[in-house]
Every structure is written in C-alpha cells, then in structure tokens.
C-alpha cells in the first residue's frame, strides 16, 4: 500500500492538529465529560451523551490522521516540474467544445484550500492530468463517455 502524497505545508498541518487533538482537544474533552457527569443521571443526561459522542468523533480522526502520517509521502514541488502536473498541482482545464475554465488541485482531499476543487491523482481524470504539460489535450474515461481537456494553466 503506498501513502497518501501531501505537501510539506499540508503535512505539517496535520502533524499540528494531532498534536492539538491529543493534548488539548483530549483534555477539553475529559473536562467536558466530567462536568455532564456531576449534573447525575446519565441515562437522561444529554450533556453527558454529546460529550461522549464529541469524543468519539475526534479519537476517530485521531486515528485517521495517526494512519495518514504514518504512510505519508512529502511531495517537493521545484523549478523542474514548473508547468508540469504532478500532485500538489493547480491546474485549470477547458473541456473541449467549452470556453470556460475549471481549476482543480490534485491531491488528497487534506490539501484542500478555499475555492478550490480537489480532483484525486487515482481518479481517471486525475490519472489523464498527472505528467502532463500546459498546453496538452488529453482524454480520459468517465462514465457517460470519453471526454478531452485540455491542460491551460498549472500552478
């Protein structure tokens, strides 16, 4: 199984908000459940119930970042893949036969960045884009057909 490519930036976030979540979102959590605790029944208790159901969803991305960072390749962008789609990529395609432009980031979707959408380098367009230069026109498989984008920009 390989890892999961993230830039440095999206790394070192991640590694931020483990640490962040083992420490004091743990602690916030244990103080939370405390204090529903004291207000008695706990059957009846919804303080009780949604701190418990709080910790269970963070302890549930703890783990998923834990298993992330565990695998996880950095990927370097550098002057000799300029203009080049390689994940981490912001690339804008036109459709063919359409005018206007989409820009995708290709990556994980922990790249994510506002405004932009996030295309996975395992999917078919994904897969199409990866390597390629602006300027090129590519074809790729979906699902009601072969469709063709051109590469216009990547950043």
């Known amino acids: 199984m390989s890892g999961t490519e993230l830039s440095r930036e999206t790394h070192e976030r991640l590694v931020a908000e483990l640490e962040d979540l083992t420490t004091r979102g743990r602690i916030e959590i244990a103080h939370a459940i405390e204090a529903a605790r004291a207000l008695g ?3 009846e208790n919804g303080d009780y119930h949604a701190a418990k159901d709080a910790q ?8 998923q970042l834990q298993a992330m960072l565990k695998t996880a390749i950095i990927v370097e962008q550098d002057a000799a ?6 994940t981490g990529s912001t690339v804008s395609i ?3 036969g359409d005018d206007d432009t989409e820009t995708y980031l290709l990556g994980s979707i ?3 960045r506002e405004g932009v959408a996030v295309i996975s380098p395992g999917s078919p367009l994904g897969l199409a884009l990866l390597q390629q230069h602006v300027g090129t026109t590519v074809e790729y498989e979906a699902p009601n057909g072969t469709l063709r984008v051109e590469i216009v920009s990547v950043d």
Do not use: H
């Open 56 to 63: 269970g969803k963070m302890e549930a991305r703890v783990r």
């Open 110 to 112: 922990e790249e994510r």
């Open 94 to 96: 036109r459709y063919e």
């Open 81 to 86: 893949t300029a203009g080049i789609v390689t």
């Open 41 to 43: 029944d706990l059957k």
